[in-house]
C-alpha cells in the first residue's frame, strides 16, 4: 500500500512539473534572457568596465604608501680630531622606514577625460547588453513559433495520410467490386508515400528548432519542453514617420553607433592633453637613522616637495595623437549615420512584408475553403463514377496543401508582425510578469 502510495505522489509531481513546462512564448523570452550566457557574458563585461571607470579616477586621489629599508655601508668615512677622537660621518646600519603621500594638484582635466572615456565604455556596454537581449529574444520568438507552424503542418500531413489510408481502403473494395482497378490502389499507395516522406522531413524540422530552443533555454541535450500558443492576429498601422522616429530613438544598434561616436569625442579631448603640464605635491614621514649627534639613534624625519612638469618636446606625439582621435570620430559619425539609414529600411521592408503578410491570410483562406469544398465535390463525384481516382486524390491534395499554406501565411504574419516590432527596437518582454 505504501508503494502505490508512492508511486502516485510521484505521478502527481511529474504531471506537476510537465505542466509547468509547457511554456508560451513570454516564458520562453523570459526564461532566455534570465539563463543564457550570453547575457551574463556582457553583464560580466560591463561589472569590468565599471571596475575600469575606478582605475582611471583613482590618480585624483593620494597615492600613499608605506616604505622601509635597511642598507650597509663600508667603509664608513670617519674624522680624527687630535685629543677628541675618531667621528663617524655616517652609521654602517642605517634603517629608514616612512609614509610617503603623493598628489596630483592640477593636471589641466587630464584625469577627467580618461575617467570620461572610460564612463563612456561602461554605456556602451550597458547598451551591448540590451542588443544581446534583443537578438537572443526575437530568435527565441522565431524558433517558439517556427515549432509552432510545423507541429501544425505536421497534424495536417497527419490527417492527409489518414484519409488517404480510409481512401485506399475504399479503393481496395472498389477493386474487389469491378468497379476500379489495381492502377488506382498503387497510385493512392504513391501519393501516401509522398505524404510520409513529408511529414519525415516536417518531423526533422521540428525537431532542429527544439534542439535550437533546448540550447536557448540552457538545457541538457535531449531535453524536450512542449510549448502552447497560436498564431494570434491583431492590426497593423500603416506606415507613418512616427516608426522611424521611434526606431532611431529605440535602436540598440544606433545607441551603440551613439556610445562610439561619444567615446570618440571623449578620446579626442583626452589626446589634446597629451603635452599640458602638471604639477605635484608629495609628503613623507618616517623613522630614519644617521642623525648627528648620535648616528644610531632612530629619529623622527619628514620631507615635503613641489614638482611641476612642463612637456617642451614629445616627437610630435600628441600631434599624431589628436590626428588619430579626429579620424576615428568622423568614421565613427559616418558609421552612425550608415546604421541609421539602414535602420529606416529595415522599418520599410518590415512594414511591407506585414502588409504583404496580412493580405496573404485572407487569399489562403478563401483557398482553404474552395479546396474543402472541391474535395467534397470529388469525394461525391468520384462515389458515382463520374471523376477517376486521380482526380479526387489531385483534390484531396489541393486541400491539404491550402491549409499548409494558410499555416504558413499565418505564420509568415506573425512572424512579419515580430520583425517590424524589432525594426522599431521594441522590446515587448521588458517589465513583463508571465
Known sequence: ???????FLSFLTLSTVLGQDTLTVNQVVRRVLERHPAIIQ?????????????????????DVTTEASYAFLGPIAKLAFPGLGEFRLYPANNYDAHIAGRYTVYDFGRIDATVNVTKSRVQSGHDAVELTKTNLAYQAIRVFYSILFLERSIQVQTEQIEALHQHMLTTQKRVNAGTATSFDVLTTQVRVAAA???KIDLENACQKQRVVLGQLLGLAPGAQVPIRGDFEQSTVSSPNESLFQTAAQQRMEIKLAKDAEQSAEFQRELAALGNKPSLKVNLAYGLKN???PNLDV???????????ELPLFDGWRTDHQKEEAEAAMLAEQARRRDIEQQVSSDVEQAMADVQT?????????????????????????????TVTNLDLLDAQAAESTARLGHLQAMYRCVI??????RAIGARPWAGQTN
Open 1 to 7: 500500500m505504501k508503494s502505490l502510495l508512492v508511486c
Open 42 to 62: 556582457g553583464n560580466e563585461n560591463v561589472r569590468a568596465a565599471e571596475a575600469r571607470v575606478l582605475q582611471s579616477a583613482s590618480p585624483s586621489y593620494p
Open 196 to 198: 510520409q516522406s513529408q
Open 290 to 292: 644617521g642623525f648627528i
Open 298 to 308: 632612530l629619529r623622527g624625519n619628514w620631507v615635503a616637495g613641489v614638482k611641476a
Open 357 to 385: 503578410a496580412v493580405s496573404k491570410i485572407s487569399i489562403s483562406e478563401l483557398q482553404v475553403q474552395q479546396a474543402k469544398e472541391a474535395v467534397a465535390i470529388a469525394q461525391s463525384r468520384y462515389e458515382t463514377g
Open 416 to 421: 512579419s508582425k515580430f520583425e517590424l516590432q
